[in-house]
């Protein structure tokens, strides 16, 4: 049974005062940070770019940090935020040109290689990459906003997802994204995700510890 893994999107924090922030959801509990990368492009969102990463490394964050990449192409910013301190990189397979190659460079780079499907995103892309795969996203909303509601159906492709990887017999992360909720993150466990990643859940919340540990109370049931 894999550790539950609680990685807040810094999507939804005080971008102000980004480094405090950040310090103040890992104190509070959370294990990973996650960085929802827009490019305007692949998404129709910006967001934020590399020197992100690199600020909040000079900062002194140590947690690892998950890149969720929804831009066009990849591999450029592949690079570039495993050059400024990323730990795990995912993308979606749409948004590369060559999928097995994109995911080696994450590897040849020193990080963790996951791909992330969006809801309507087949699984056909594991067919001949789940010997690469550290994670695996299984987006629960469409890309590109905070703030969105669970869409139910991520629950059944969870469960195809779970087999596939159990079937491969290899160590492979489930993580889930957008809509995670206290009232929900039970029964995206129970479907099988153990990473969960909740951007208004927990920043919009005054107290980031009280939330963490409800959820944490909801996965521990
Ligand atoms: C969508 C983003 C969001 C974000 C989480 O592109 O990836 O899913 O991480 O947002 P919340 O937790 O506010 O739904
Ligand atoms: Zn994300």
């Given at each position: 049974m894999k550790d539950f893994l609680i990685a807040p999107s810094i999507l939804s924090a005080d971008f102000a005062r980004l480094g405090e922030d950040v310090e103040k959801v890992l104190a509070a509990g959370a294990d990973v940070v996650h960085f929802d990368v827009?490019?305007?492009?692949?998404?129709?969102n910006l967001t934020f770019g590399p020197m992100i990463c690199k600020a909040l490394r000079d900062y002194g964050i140590t947690a690892p940090i998950d890149v969720h990449l929804m831009v066009s192409p990849v591999d450029d910013l592949i690079e570039q935020f495993a050059d400024a301190g990323a730990s795990m990189i995912s993308f979606h397979?749409?948004?590369?040109?060559h999928v097995d190659r994109s995911l080696q460079l994450i590897i040849d780079k020193g990080c963790q290689p996951g791909l992330v499907f969006n809801p309507?995103?087949?699984?056909?892309?594991l067919d001949y990459v789940m010997d690469k795969l550290h994670h695996i996203l299984l987006m629960s909303?469409?890309?590109?906003?905070?703030g969105q509601s669970f869409i139910p159906n991520t629950l059944d492709k969870l469960r195809e997802v779970k087999q596939r990887i159990e079937e491969s017999g290899r160590n492979i992360r489930l993580e889930v994204d957008g809509g995670v909720k206290v009232d929900n993150i039970a029964a995206i466990a129970d479907a099988g995700a153990d990473m969960f990643v909740a951007g208004s859940a927990i920043f919009n919340q005054p107290d980031y510890a009280t939330v963490i540990q409800q959820m944490r109370n909801e996965l521990a049931s």
């Open positions: 827009m490019d305007n492009h692949y998404v129709p397979p749409e948004a590369s040109q309507a995103t087949s699984l056909s892309h909303v469409n890309p590109g906003f905070g």
